[in-house]
C-alpha cells in the first residue's frame, strides 16, 4: 500500500543549489532543512524550486551553493497560517540525492526535458478555474488532491494549458486525473497594506500531460 501511494507522486530535478541550507523542522528526532536550487527552462529562463531535505541524507555543515545536483521525491504541501489565514506553502521533499560534475549537468541540460519531471496522480478537489489570456491564450487551474500514507494528502496546484486546458475545464470535484509535467516557479506581488507590497514565489504544476480516470472511485 505504501509503495503505491509513493509511485502516486514522482519528481526529478536536476540543477544548481542557489541557496543555504536553513532549518526548517524537526520529527521525530530527524531535522530538516531548506534550500532552493535553480532549473533551466527551454526558453534559457529558469526557476527556482525549493528542496527539503533530510540531515541524514546531507552534512548540514557544509556550503553546496553552486554544486549540481539531482535529487528525487515528492512534490509535497502544508498549510502554513499567516496573516490571518492560511497559506499553502509547497517544496519537494527530497528522498534522494546526489551530486553531478559539470560534464554530468551539461549532459541533462542537453536534454532540458529531463532536468524537471513530475507524475502525480490524485483527485479533483476544487472546481477547475478555466479563462482565456487577452490574447486568446486557453488556460484551466487545477487543484489535485494526492495521498500520502497514513491518511494525510498534499494539495498540488495545477496549470493547463490549450487542448489541455478545454479538456480540464470539464472536470468534476471527486474524479480521478494523472498529470504529468514540471514544476515552475512564479513571482507575484502580494499586497500587506495600503503603502506595503512585498514579492513572493507561487509554485504549481504546468501540465503537458492530462488522463481521467473516468468512472473510478
Not at 151 to 167: E, H, L, M, Q, T
Not at 196 to 217: H, P, Q
Request: net charge negative; hydrophobic share 35%; with cysteine.
Amino acid at each position: 500500500m505504501t509503495d503505491k501511494v509513493i509511485e502516486n507522486n514522482q519528481v526529478m530535478v536536476v540543477g544548481q543549489i542557489v541557496s543555504n541550507f536553513e532549518y526548517s523542522h524537526e520529527i521525530f528526532g530527524e531535522g530538516f532543512y531548506m534550500a532552493e536550487a535553480q532549473v533551466m527552462r527551454l526558453s534559457d529562463s529558469c526557476d527556482i524550486i525549493p528542496l527539503m531535505v533530510s540531515e541524514r541524507l546531507l552534512d548540514m555543515s557544509g556550503d553546496y551553493v553552486g554544486r549540481y545536483i539531482s535529487v528525487t521525491g515528492q512534490f509535497r504541501s502544508y498549510n502554513r497560517h499567516e496573516e490571518h489565514r492560511n497559506r499553502l506553502v509547497l517544496s519537494v521533499f527530497v528522498r534522494e540525492l546526489d551530486f553531478l560534475d559539470e560534464e554530468e549537468f551539461e549532459r541533462y541540460a542537453g536534454e532540458n526535458s529531463k532536468t524537471n519531471q513530475i507524475f502525480l496522480d490524485g483527485y479533483i478537489c476544487k472546481e477547475p478555474i478555466y479563462r482565456k489570456t487577452p490574447l486568446g491564450r486557453e488556460i484551466a487551474d487545477l487543484l489535485l488532491a494526492v495521498n500520502r500514507p497514513y491518511g494525510k494528502s498534499d494539495y498540488i496546484p495545477c496549470i493547463c494549458w490549450g487542448r489541455n486546458a478545454r479538456y480540464a475545464s470539464n472536470f468534476k470535484v471527486g474524479m480521478q486525473c494523472a498529470v504529468w509535467g514540471r514544476i515552475q516557479s512564479r513571482e507575484y506581488m502580494k499586497k500587506l497594506s495600503e503603502e506595503e507590497v512585498e514579492k513572493r514565489i507561487a509554485y504549481e504544476v504546468s501540465v503537458s500531460k492530462l488522463e481521467l480516470f473516468e468512472g473510478e472511485e
